[in-house]
């Protein structure tokens, strides 16, 4: 009888131990570097494919569609943006955060989520009206309604998508939405060609929600329980607050600049600092995207190993100060050939704006990682308290700067992002592992390494005067990347770095043993 108990006893011991198994990291502190690096390049991957799909897809659309039916989905998209802040209430951050997460937690979140996702489809939807009256058109009503469903889908896949994060499986997650993008853009595409008009744009971003939803769901292998009351949440709900707040006030601080420009400078003055920020921001969001959410586990991981914590911290915005730098400064440079390639002769006018905007953006990618440490550590309130200093600092630099136009808006931005990082710094930093030192520490050759670049590449301007824009830019890059690995050798220590960024290829194909 004690054998047959056993026996059955059995599958439920291993059921038990397989979904104990999703929670489990420890593992992935022996090969830390090696998935970084692969996650990060797993990442960039799926964001290069989803760029070149993304392009491809608004260039067909574009020809099948009318300005009138993407401005009609626009309208609501401005809404559902908004909403979406609310979408996950911080609680992925903290699922991949916490050192120690069991079934009844995430469960429990997951409840929590999708009883957010339904609230705020409801929320939406309950909107329409006042849509359809705001903008006067009353197909609104309808395209409302349609995309709040999407809301449902979403909260179904945050804690899914959350443990994928947490174990670092950044290959399968690129792979989804990679799929997931394609899917959407395939039905857009069928349902435009069938005459289905702005119900194409609708149903393109439904059919990406139900393809990444089904996909997450199948890779990640874990199924939700019930919930629990007493399941030990409660502080994964303080900390979630703290970033829906902090997503709050910076949502706010980062369209500021946008409201005062529109109603004091008017809507020429705003579309010229509007296409010269974007472009600017557009490389670095597909650098520093994968980098940083990468890193989040990471450090997560290690978060109780203070050494081992302030050198991969160290490492990472070495990696992610040695890219984005040199980028801005031959981006700054050539402003005026980006801005005709880009736009067209008739937005010169963007390019003073371009080359002032790149003065903040050339720290801004590594200083925003201050966040990255505070979340990382669990101390989102710090980062709240943070956010509403900052957020208020920048908001201040607006009102002063938009006196003198876009020109104004974007100096006044620069300023203040200088003056107030090291205090930032010191904030942020505090009782961390990691120190203002080893952020300067950090960024140190990057930024004397693109500085010296940017002096030389300026002095070749001239004698390219009469070239076109992509031989101008083209030899700039070749003269400026010469000149930036040029000093990066002669710096101590700047040589073992190259070979050790060089190595992180290596990390990307590992050997597979027999």
Same mark, same amino acid.
Request: hydrophobic content about 55%.
């Given at each position: ?8 006893? #059995?599958?439920? @011991? ?14 992935? #502190? ?30 067909? &659309? ?63 939807? %309950?909107?329409?009206?006042?849509? $359809? ?8 009503? %309808?395209?409302?309604?349609? &995309? %709040? ?17 947490? #174990? ?9 939405? !990679? ?10 595409? =069928? ?15 439904? *059919? $990406? ?9 199948? =890779? ?8 629990? &009351? ?18 709050? !006030? ?8 946008t409201i005062l420009l529109g109603r004091f400078r008017g809507a020429a003055v705003l579309g010229l600092y509007n296409r010269a920020h974007s472009i600017m921001m557009l490389p670095l969001s597909n650098i520093t995207w994968p980098i940083t ?5 990471? &450090? @997560? ?13 160290? #490492? %990472? ?26 736009? +067209?002769?008739?937005?010169? +006018? ?17 200083? @925003? ?65 990691? *120190? ?5 520490? +950090? ?43 040029? =000093? ?27």
């Amino acid at each position: 009888m004690m054998e047959l108990t056993l026996k059955k006893e #059995k599958p439920e @011991s291993s059921s038990k131990q397989a979904v104990a198994d999703l929670f489990d990291t420890e593992y992935l #502190k022996s090969d830390l570097r090696g998935r970084s690096i692969r996650g990060g390049a797993a990442t960039m991957s799926g964001q290069a494919v989803k760029f070149v799909i993304r392009m491809a897809s608004i260039a067909v &659309l574009a020809r099948l569609l009318t300005p009138e039916e993407f401005g009609l989905v626009a309208m609501v998209t401005v809404v559902t943006e908004f909403i979406l802040m609310f979408k996950d209430m911080g609680l992925s951050t903290a699922t991949i955060q916490r050192a120690e997460v069991n079934h009844a937690q995430i469960s429990t979140l997951f409840w929590v989520n999708t009883a957010i996702g339904f609230v705020l489809s409801v929320l939406t939807a %309950a909107l329409a009206p006042v849509i $359809t009256w705001f903008y006067g058109d009353p197909r609104l009503t %309808a395209v409302t309604v349609a &995309l %709040a469903t999407g809301l449902v889908l979403g909260g179904l896949t945050i804690q899914h998508e959350a443990l994928l994060k947490r #174990k670092m499986r950044f290959g399968a997650l690129a792979v989804i939405d !990679v799929i997931s993008m394609a899917t959407g853009v395939a039905t857009g595409i =069928v349902l435009a060609l069938l005459k289905a008009g702005y119900w194409s744009l609708v149903f393109m971003q439904l *059919s $990406t929600s139900a393809t990444y939803a089904i996909g997450i769901w199948i =890779v990640s292998g874990w199924r939700p329980g019930q919930p629990r &009351l007493h399941s030990g949440i409660r502080p994964m709900l303080n900390f979630g607050w703290n970033i829906v707040g902090f997503r709050l !006030v910076n949502y706010f601080a980062r369209y500021t600049d946008t409201i005062l420009l529109g109603r004091f400078r008017g809507a020429a003055v705003l579309g010229l600092y509007n296409r010269a920020h974007s472009i600017m921001m557009l490389p670095l969001s597909n650098i520093t995207w994968p980098i940083t959410t990468v890193a989040m586990p990471a &450090l @997560s991981r290690i978060q109780d190993d203070q050494r081992r914590y302030a050198s991969y911290y160290t #490492k %990472a915005i070495q990696f992610l100060s040695f890219i984005c730098m040199p980028l801005i400064v031959i981006l700054a440079v050539c402003s005026k050939s980006v801005i005709n390639i880009m736009l +067209g002769s008739q937005w010169t +006018g963007a390019s003073r704006i371009f080359q002032i905007l790149a003065i903040t953006a050339f720290i801004q990618p590594v200083s @925003s990682t201050t966040g990255l440490v505070l979340l990382s550590l669990g101390r989102s309130g710090r980062l709240l308290k943070f956010g509403i200093f900052n957020s208020l600092f920048i908001v201040l630099s607006f009102v002063v700067g938009v006196r003198w136009g876009a020109i104004g808006v974007a100096a006044a931005y620069a300023v203040a992002n200088y003056v107030i990082l090291f205090p930032s710094l010191w904030y942020c930093f505090r009782l961390t592992p990691v *120190s203002t030192a080893v952020f300067l520490h +950090g960024i140190a050759r990057p930024t004397v390494a693109s500085l010296v670049m940017a002096s030389i590449v300026l002095l070749a301007q001239p004698f390219l005067v009469n070239q076109p824009n992509i031989a101008i830019i083209g030899i700039s890059f070749i003269i400026g990347l010469f000149a930036y690995l040029l =000093v990066w050798t002669l710096m101590p220590g700047g040589l073992q770095t190259l070979r050790g960024f060089v190595d992180y290829i290596a990390l990307i194909f590992p050997k597979k043993h027999s």
